[in-house]
């Protein structure tokens, strides 16, 4: 059975598809009287007819309680830890068996003992091979064959260190990633595993992007 559209759910959709409205809705820095103004156009399209403005701000209020319940804002201790890597390259191919096979020698590229980096991130259809942007050139080589669909240098990788229990938390990642988002941070690609967020950014980013994984760590 068909049903109308109504206020609250057109509002709710509209602001789940704006990741930055949310964020702004969760920080509490927006005002529902002006936001109200800015998406009503939209609602009343949908909705065929005019919307009462009141409306829009009471769906916005209740849109808000359900985001503040759902992602509440995690502080980052102190033992949390920032690094950074810079002069980074990220190459992307399509994956195939053939890739496999290369695999060992593009291993043996990388110097682990002089603290190098290589990452492998394996798709359903590609592989991304981001390391040191000094071995650009032999990673390439060893590529031969391979369908190249990306490559970019002068990257970063931000290393983000948290402690284990953090792992069991819920909203932990989101919050770090709209915290960059909100800070204008493009990411590249993400590296995760059990206590490390690995963020691969441009190189034009890399100063916003500690920052605002600093203001994390220290509760701001």
Same mark, same amino acid.
């Given at each position: 059975?068909?049903?109308?559209?109504?206020?609250?759910?057109?509002?709710?959709?509209?602001?789940?598809?704006?990741?930055?409205?949310?964020?702004?809705?969760?920080?509490?820095? @927006?005002?529902? &009287?002006?936001?109200?103004?800015? !998406?009503?156009?939209?609602?009343?399209?949908?909705?065929?007819?005019?919307?009462?403005?009141?409306?829009? +701000?009471?769906?916005?209020?209740?849109?808000?309680? =359900?985001?503040?319940?759902?992602?509440?804002?995690?502080?980052?201790?102190?033992?949390?830890? !920032?690094?950074?890597?810079?002069?980074?390259?990220? !190459?992307?191919?399509?994956? %195939?068996?053939?890739?496999?096979?290369?695999?060992?020698?593009?291993?043996?590229? +990388?110097?682990?003992?002089?603290?190098?980096?290589?990452?492998?991130?394996? &798709?359903?259809?590609? @592989?991304?091979?981001?390391?040191?942007?000094?071995?650009?050139?032999?990673?390439?080589?060893?590529?031969?064959?391979?369908?190249? $669909?990306?490559?970019?240098?002068?990257? @970063?990788? @931000?290393?983000?260190?948290?402690?284990?229990?953090?792992?069991?938390?819920?909203?932990? !990642?989101?919050?770090?990633?709209?915290?960059?988002?909100?800070? &204008?941070?493009?990411? $590249?690609?993400?590296?995760?595993?059990?206590?490390?967020?690995?963020?691969?950014? =441009?190189?034009?980013?890399? %100063?916003?992007?500690?920052?605002?994984?600093?203001?994390? $760590?220290?509760?701001?």
């Amino acid at each position: 059975m068909y049903k109308m559209p109504t206020i609250s759910h057109i509002t709710e959709k509209i602001v789940s598809s704006r990741p930055l409205l949310q964020e702004a809705i969760i920080e509490d820095i @927006v005002s529902f &009287g002006s936001v109200a103004e800015k !998406i009503k156009p939209d609602i009343e399209k949908e909705l065929g007819k005019e919307a009462k403005l009141s409306a829009i +701000v009471m769906a916005l209020r209740r849109i808000a309680e =359900n985001l503040s319940a759902r992602s509440p804002k995690k502080r980052f201790d102190y033992s949390s830890e !920032i690094s950074m890597k810079t002069n980074i390259c990220d !190459i992307g191919i399509i994956k %195939t068996h053939a890739f496999f096979s290369k695999m060992k020698s593009i291993y043996s590229i +990388v110097d682990y003992e002089q603290g190098d980096a290589l990452n492998i991130i394996q &798709g359903n259809n590609e @592989v991304s091979i981001i390391a040191n942007e000094r071995y650009f050139d032999k990673i390439k080589k060893a590529l031969a064959g391979e369908k190249i $669909i990306r490559q970019e240098k002068s990257l @970063v990788i @931000v290393s983000l260190n948290f402690p284990k229990e953090y792992v069991s938390e819920p909203g932990v !990642i989101a919050t770090i990633t709209r915290k960059l988002a909100w800070n &204008g941070v493009n990411l $590249i690609e993400i590296i995760l595993t059990f206590k490390e967020l690995n963020c691969v950014i =441009n190189k034009k980013d890399a %100063t916003k992007a500690y920052n605002a994984l600093q203001e994390l $760590i220290e509760g701001s």
